[in-house]
């Protein structure tokens, strides 16, 4: 009896050790994941897939599809995860899922999403740039000859998103608003795959452009520009901006903060995920780059950039678990 009760503290010592390196799951099913259709949620959720594997021992699984249908999801229990929430898009839908107890925001994934009119940095800074002074939208009708249009010569060319887009109608109602269609004409490309070709070779040639884009995005991190200034944002500006097919007024783009949602009984059922989820954050310049690591290696694709990204960014991610976790992601790390 006595060599049974000394053998005890062994066998849990044993345990513990084994437990360590294998743990045990909050949950006895994958872990389901929003797998919204843009690239930088895909990179997120990747991120998210590698931590819960290596760091808590959850399997899990990314199931695609749009916004609102994943939301419903989501809201419904079918899934369990969604790394961004972009809730000022989706006001009225999450905040109805939110009263009625069923989802809840976990934390901000990123504060810093961005829209604007962009131009290259070559352009505006430096001894010899040949756009010095444009800082402001109201600077442009100085610089028409610069960006000037070739099918339009007179004016100089605005480089719109695609034809179709909410980007492409406030543009348009941003330049009438401005007075800046008297000065450049508002050229839409085909696509957005359109946009970012016109922009990258630009830049390949050292050429002038101005154009709107948003991040983060690849073409953020890979083209070093500059945001014009606009007037300070003004919701009520804004809304009436939206709501009028003839705006006297214009404003900046908003800063947008994306969020990380859960289903709310999830959140129950594993507390230990949703404090690694309230604690995950990155930033429009993080993503940005881990969508140019993407881009440049197509082969690697979301899964690649994440491990990318884990690797190169550990006094980052570390504080978002504990620091038993830490040490097992960090060891998948090593072996993968």
Known sequence: MLSFLGALPIVFSLSTAVLAKNPICEIDQPVRIAGLDWASNRFHAAVTAFILKHGYGCASDTLPGTTIPLLTGLARGDLDIMMEVWKD????????AEKA???ALLGINYPDAVQGWFVPRYLVEGDAAPAKGLVHIRDLPKFTALFRDPEEPGKGRFYNCKLGWDCETINTKKLAAYGLDAHFTNFRPGSGAALSAAIAS???RKKPILYY???PTWIMAKYDSVMLAEPAYDPDIWSALAASDKPEQATAYPVVAVYTGANSGFIKQAPAIAEFLRRYRTSNRLVSDALLYM??????GERGAAIHFLRNHTALWSKWVPSEVAQRITAALKAN
Do not use: C, F, R
């Open 89 to 96: 898009q989706l006001t009225e839908a999450w905040e109805k």
């Open 202 to 204: 630009a830049y390949k």
């Open 101 to 103: 107890g069923d989802v």
């Open 213 to 215: 884009y948003w991040g």
């Open 295 to 300: 881009q440049e290696h197509k082969s690697a």
